[in-house]
């Protein structure tokens, strides 16, 4: 575990405009108060955002994702059979297109609490921050 702790904190410190971005908005429970880390160590990997309770891991691509995608099919189904989504967003889409990304992340944390409770959520005012 402490192998992986400095590579995490180093991504931490060397994010990219999208992964700023997304952490601004993910940051200090402000999607109806779901609780997220930043590249977090989990299950031999790091994952650019996860919200532990939810078991909702959030992974960002860029350009570089088309050099890996063996790597992240595997590393995606070993975080699925330890029960955790992954939902993957292109960097692009994060920058452009915010809203609709925080959407499909409240749908994703909406689904796992109507799962949770296993009944009907009660209606929410709309978590989405407007930039």
Not at 15 to 41: C, G, V
Not at 65 to 70: H, I, S
Not at 86 to 95: P, S
Request: hydrophobic residues 40%; glycine residues 6%.
């Amino acid at each position: 575990m402490q192998l992986i702790r400095q590579p995490a904190r180093d991504l931490r410190n060397n994010s990219t405009d999208a992964e700023r971005r997304l952490w601004r908005l993910l940051q200090r429970a402000q999607l109806a108060r779901h609780k997220f880390r930043r590249q977090h160590p989990l299950a031999g990997y790091i994952v650019d955002f996860v919200c532990i309770p939810a078991r909702l891991v959030i992974e960002l691509d860029g350009g570089q994702y088309l050099d890996a995608v063996a790597y992240d099919v595997e590393r995606t189904a070993r975080l699925e059979r330890l029960g955790y989504r992954v939902r993957r967003f292109w960097n692009d889409d994060v920058l452009l297109r915010t809203h609709e990304v925080l959407e499909e992340i409240w749908r994703e944390l909406e689904g796992w609490i109507g799962a949770v409770s296993q009944g009907p959520t009660p209606p929410q005012p709309s978590p989405v921050p407007r930039d």
